[in-house]
Nanobody
């Protein structure tokens, strides 16, 4: 059974940092691109970042470029999202999602419709 579990959310002050983790089970992480998405109250879900199955391609939304860093540790079956210089507008529920690479190991996307498997989400609140 494919499963993704997010952790690491919580309360941070503006300018602070958090690191989110996405632990996967039931499949080989090496075969999947993993994306991070977020949804704030009253807003649509948006793509934040994605890393390809090869790890060689990473993409970011303009709103988080240069502040967030995505990485993966296939040996630990975990993908991370390092979030620095946090802003109140980063407040949202953050989800990780996976899609099989099907041989396209440099595939990465910020479209939620491209992803098949989703975690339950973790809340991030940025407030003083």
């Amino acid at each position: 059974q494919l499963q993704l579990v997010e952790s690491g959310g919580g309360l941070a002050q503006p300018g602070g940092s958090l690191r989110l983790s996405c632990a996967v089970s039931g499949f080989l992480l090496d075969d999947y691109a993993i994306g991070w998405f977020r949804q704030a109250p009253g807003k649509e879900r948006e793509g934040v970042s994605c890393i390809s199955s090869s790890g060689g391609t990473t993409i970011y939304a303009d709103s988080v470029e240069a502040r967030f860093t995505i990485s993966r540790d296939n040996a630990k079956n975990t993908v991370y999202l390092e979030m620095n210089s946090l802003k109140p507008e980063d407040t949202a529920v953050y989800y990780c999602a996976g899609v099989g690479s099907h041989g396209w190991r440099d595939f990465a996307s910020l479209l939620d419709s491209d992803f098949d498997h989703w975690g339950q989400g973790t809340q991030v609140t940025v407030s003083s």
